[in-house]
């Protein structure tokens, strides 16, 4: 895509976007930022279609975007609304438990393939899905999916309790 077929678009349908987005949300700044990272995927993606081809593109991927940012949020408030704890619900055996683990894991991470260990931290980090690990990493899906086996594989070994 030509810069200047993306500035017209850009100009064209930032505004529209950005109230689409609003209208779901009711939060100008979460719509302005969504709109704006939804037109620089679009600009690093790079697509062959013509701009007047993409406006459809464009909303798809801001309603999707909306959406998993909603979803995380619904999360975040979730895990804030759980009461507190303070450590007095968890014994010191379940704490040292937990430290034991969790030193286990980052162990584990460390040791794991490269390749593993990107696919894994893409999955679980950044919340990528499959195919967007796999456009990201010019991968096919299946090599994607491959990998993350292996690095689950690799984890449940390491974190085994013995």
């Not at 993306?6 to 009711?26: A, M, T, V």
Request: net charge neutral.
């Amino acid at each position: 895509m030509k810069r200047e077929d993306f500035k017209k678009l850009f100009d064209e349908h930032f505004d529209p976007l950005r109230n689409y987005i609003y209208y779901r949300c009711g939060d100008a700044d979460l719509a302005t930022d969504i709109a704006q990272d939804v037109f620089m995927k679009l600009w690093e993606k790079q697509p062959d279609k013509p701009p007047n081809e993409l406006v459809g593109l464009l909303y798809k991927m801001a309603k999707d975007a909306f959406i998993s940012k909603y979803r995380r949020s619904k999360t975040e408030q979730e895990f804030i609304s759980r009461p507190p704890n303070n450590g007095e619900s968890q014994s010191p055996d379940e704490a040292l438990h937990y430290k034991e683990l969790k030193s286990k894991y980052e162990r584990a991470l460390k040791e794991m393939p490269d390749i593993q260990r990107e696919v894994f931290l893409m999955s679980r980090n950044e919340e990528l899905k499959y195919s967007e690990i796999a456009e990201r990493l010019e991968l096919s899906i299946k090599a994607v999916e491959k990998r993350m086996t292996n690095a689950l594989q690799f984890l449940r070994q390491a974190l085994a309790v013995t």
